[in-house]
C-alpha cells in the first residue's frame, strides 16, 4: 500500500513562543497555534517548538507533542535524563492533561466517555481512523462547560458547546477524531470535520488548547499544577 506523502508546508507563525516556567531541568510553555512541535524533513517546515527552543536552551528535547493548531501547554525537558524521566511518566499515565475546546453542534450529555481504537493508514496520511481490529486502544472523557450559539455574519447563529476533554491514552489525534466519533468535531478541525457545517469554513484556528497540565518534576517531587487559560 502506498503512502501519501506529506506535503503540508506550513506558513509563517509570527506568535512567539510564551515561557511559563524555566529552571535548570526542564521549561514549561505556551506554544501558539499554528506552530509545529518538531520541525518537518521538508527545509521549508523547519520553524517548531524544538527548533526556536534548543537556541535558547542548548540540548533541550520535546517530551510530547501538540498539533500544530493545537495550542497551549507544553513541558521540555533540559537534557537526556529528565526527558526519559518525563517519558515514563507519560508512558505510566501519571501525567493529567486537559483541554480545552469548542465543538460543532449541542452535546446531548454534560459528560461521557469515547472509548473507539485508532490505527494509522498510510494510504490516508495524515489521517487516522477509527478501527477496532488494527487499532491501538484509545479512550478520552468529556464534560461540557457550556452550550452556546455564535452570530455569524449573516445573522445566523452557530451552535457550539464548549467542553473540557482529558485523554486517557496518547494517540495521535486522538482528541479531534474522538470528538468526530461523537458527532461533534472540533471547530476549525480540517482533517476531522469542524469546518464542513455552513459558517465555520473560516474559522481562523482549530479550536483546540492544552489548559491544563499535571505532572511530577523529576528532581524536587514537587506536582507541578499547571494552567494556561483558553484564548478562545
Known amino acids: 500500500m502506498s503512502t501519501i506523502p506529506d506535503t503540508f508546508i506550513a506558513p509563517p507563525c509570527h506568535d512567539k513562543i510564551e515561557v511559563l516556567y524555566q529552571d535548570d531541568h526542564l521549561v514549561l510553555i505556551n506554544k501558539p497555534s499554528g506552530l509545529l512541535s518538531l520541525s518537518g524533513k521538508n527545509p521549508q517546515n523547519i520553524d517548531s517548538v524544538h527548533h526556536r527552543l534548543v537556541q535558547r536552551f542548548p540540548g533541550c528535547t520535546l517530551v510530547h507533542r501538540l498539533d500544530f493548531g493545537t495550542s497551549g501547554l507544553m513541558v521540555v525537558a533540559r537534557n537526556k535524563a529528565i526527558n526519559a524521566a518525563l517519558c515514563h511518566q507519560?508512558?505510566?499515565?501519571?501525567?493529567?492533561?486537559?483541554?480545552?475546546?469548542?465543538?460543532?453542534?449541542?452535546?446531548?450529555?454534560?459528560?461521557?466517555?469515547?472509548?473507539?481504537?485508532?490505527?494509522?493508514?498510510?494510504?490516508?496520511?495524515?489521517?487516522?481512523?477509527?478501527?477496532?481490529?488494527?487499532?491501538?486502544?484509545?479512550?478520552?472523557?468529556?464534560?461540557?462547560?457550556?452550550?452556546?450559539?455564535?452570530?455569524?455574519?449573516?445573522?445566523?447563529?452557530?451552535?457550539?458547546?464548549?467542553?473540557?476533554?482529558?485523554?486517557e491514552t496518547g494517540r495521535t489525534h486522538q482528541l479531534r477524531i474522538h470528538c468526530r466519533e461523537l458527532g461533534h468535531p472540533i471547530l476549525g478541525c480540517d482533517l476531522y470535520g469542524g469546518r464542513l457545517l455552513p459558517g465555520t469554513e473560516q474559522t481562523p484556528r482549530l479550536m483546540l488548547h492544552a489548559s491544563e497540565l499535571d505532572f511530577v518534576h523529576p528532581i524536587t517531587d514537587a506536582w507541578i499544577n499547571a494552567r494556561h487559560a483558553s484564548p478562545f
Not at 154 to 162: S, V
Open 90 to 167: 507519560f508512558s505510566q499515565r501519571t501525567v493529567t492533561k486537559v483541554y480545552s475546546a469548542l465543538l460543532c453542534g449541542h452535546l446531548d450529555n454534560d459528560e461521557g466517555v469515547i472509548d473507539a481504537a485508532i490505527a494509522k493508514d498510510p494510504a490516508l496520511f495524515p489521517l487516522m481512523s477509527i478501527c477496532a481490529l488494527n487499532g491501538k486502544p484509545a479512550r478520552s472523557r468529556y464534560r461540557v462547560i457550556e452550550r452556546f450559539y455564535h452570530t455569524l455574519e449573516n445573522k445566523r447563529l452557530l451552535p457550539l458547546t464548549r467542553v473540557a476533554l482529558t485523554p
